[in-house]
């Protein structure tokens, strides 16, 4: 079962640009700090903040490599909101779907 916490973490939009930029792999919480800085305006503590609630969540781990904090996703969460999002897109397709045939035979309108 998918936690709340998920979905919430990656509704912000600062939070959803971390994980794209971790998408591409590891990152130092420098790193993400100065990209969230150049893109958001967003100081070091800021961006520590929205890193923590990613973590939390579990979208990100990290760990420390000597002076530095490394952050990587977590490809298992990652892929919990990638399946519920395709189920939903099945749902809605099918019931749209449905709707235009419904339309289209009621209008005799094939748009």
């Known amino acids: 079962m998918l936690c709340v916490d998920v979905f919430q973490a990656v509704a912000d939009p600062v939070r959803r640009e971390l994980v794209e930029v971790l998408a591409g792999g590891e990152r130092s919480a420098g790193e993400l700090a100065e990209h969230a800085a150049n893109r958001f ?5 800021g961006t520590s903040k929205h890193l923590r609630a990613l973590r939390d969540a579990g979208v990100v781990a990290s760990r420390v490599d000597g002076k530095r904090r490394v952050y990587r996703l977590r490809p298992a969460r990652v ?5 519920w999002a395709e189920r939903m897109t099945r749902f809605w397709d099918a019931r749209l ?3 235009g045939a419904a339309l289209e035979r009621e209008t005799g309108d094939p748009r």
Not at 41 to 45: D, E, H, M, R, W
Not at 79 to 83: H, I, N, P, T
């Open 79 to 83: 892929r919990e909101l990638a399946d």
């Open 41 to 45: 305006g967003l100081t070091q503590p």
């Open 97 to 99: 779907d449905a709707l």
